[in-house]
């Protein structure tokens, strides 16, 4: 069965940079965007960043940009998060996932959580002040 498998996450004062890692678990037989979530307690899942392969287009929720890059790596669905300057409302469990439907460059679109499947088990992120 496919899954992603997150990793990279930690405890980091505030301002500082954290990298996270997502990579294939299982096979799928096509590359396809892929999006990075997250979850602080009590709150519903949001979108963090989306990376769309075919063109390399990113995509990131406004909290984090300027802080946060998203990138592929080299082995197929692989991807990545650095997060820098992280802020203390960052702290969150960070999940990711790719979308087997294809391109999309509208927020309501690349942000909707419906989008996605093979979520992981997700990375603990905790920024402290």
């Known amino acids: 069965q496919v899954q992603r498998v997150e990793s990279g996450g930690g405890l980091v004062q505030a301002g500082g940079s954290l990298r996270l890692s997502c990579a294939a678990s299982?096979?799928?037989?096509?590359?396809?965007?892929m999006g990075w979530f997250r979850q602080a307690p009590g709150k519903e899942r949001e979108f963090v960043a989306r990376i769309n392969w075919s063109t390399d287009y990113t995509y990131y929720t406004d909290s984090v940009k300027g802080r946060f890059t998203i990138s592929r790596g080299n082995a197929k669905n692989t991807v990545y998060l650095q997060m820098n300057s992280l802020k203390p409302e960052d702290t969150a469990t960070y999940y990711c996932?790719?979308?087997?439907?294809?391109?999309?460059?509208?927020?309501?679109?690349?942000?909707?959580?419906?989008?996605?499947?093979?979520w992981g088990q997700g990375t603990q992120v905790t920024v402290s002040s």
């Open positions: 299982g096979g799928t037989s096509g590359v396809y965007p």
């Open positions: 996932a790719l979308d087997q439907n294809g391109d999309c460059s509208t927020y309501g679109c690349y942000a909707a959580r419906p989008r996605y499947a093979y």
